[in-house]
């Protein structure tokens, strides 16, 4: 079957770095995507990482290796703002979206 | 309008009501989405569509239907609805299948 595991819940400090892991096992890889969902609202789109590696896009990077299943996403300089669900998605061999149940970050003063 | 609109934004339905929710994208996109999103579960696809005219079943597309009759709208209908369809629904659409997808704001449905 396919499946994509991310820590539930995860608490941190402002102004600190928090790694927020996803690990996948799918029938094909074609991407993965990072969404960012704020309580009561759409979910939207971070970043995309298809080859291994490291993408940076201001305070958030987010890191691909396909040959371990796995990815995280990285957020520097945490502001309260970013209290928020991160959602990790797989695209699979037949181009659909495999979504985790997402981790839920709640950001301390 | 500039993105994708979803109508109603809340709903209270009695059981065994039908019930069509309405998603409209003003991007032009070829592939559009159904979700439903329960808590501890994350989003699961429920039916879908890479383009005008073509429609697809995702992981939970029992009980309910779609149709894309053009590029903008994609109905999700639920023809006798039942209290475990109570759920977040978020339509959504992309340029092409897999791609970004950009959501709706959302439906909450309630059946009593």
């Known amino acids: 079957g396919q499946n994509i595991d991310q820590p539930t819940e995860m608490t941190a400090t402002e102004g600190a770095i928090v790694q927020i892991n996803c690990t996948y096992q799918t029938s094909g890889f074609n991407g993965l995507f990072w969404y960012q969902q704020h309580a009561g609202e759409a979910p939207t789109f971070l970043s995309y990482?298809?080859l291994d590696g490291l993408e940076e896009k201001g305070r958030f990077s987010s890191f691909l290796s396909r040959s371990k299943g796995y990815s995280y996403l990285l957020l520097k300089e945490l502001q309260m703002k970013d209290s928020a669900s991160y959602l990790c998605?797989?695209?699979?061999?037949?181009?659909?979206?495999?979504w985790g149940a997402g981790t839920k970050l709640i950001i301390k003063p | 309008i500039a993105g994708i609109t979803q109508a109603p934004t809340s709903q209270i339905l009695a059981a065994g009501r039908r019930m069509t929710l309405r998603c409209t994208q003003d991007m032009r996109h070829n592939a559009m989405y159904w979700y439903r999103q329960d808590l501890g579960l994350g989003l699961r696809l429920i039916h879908y569509s890479n383009t005008a005219g073509t429609t697809g079943k995702g992981e939970v597309p029992d009980g309910y239907s779609v149709s894309r009759a053009n590029t903008d709208d994609f109905p999700l209908t639920l023809a006798s609805a039942v209290p475990s369809q109570t759920s977040v629904y978020f339509c959504?659409?992309?340029?092409?299948?897999?791609?970004?997808?950009?959501f709706g704001p959302g439906t909450r449905l309630t059946v009593l």
């Open positions: 990482n298809v």
């Open positions: 959504a659409s992309s340029p092409g299948a897999p791609g970004n997808q950009f």
């Open positions: 998605a797989v695209t699979d061999s037949n181009y659909q979206l495999i």
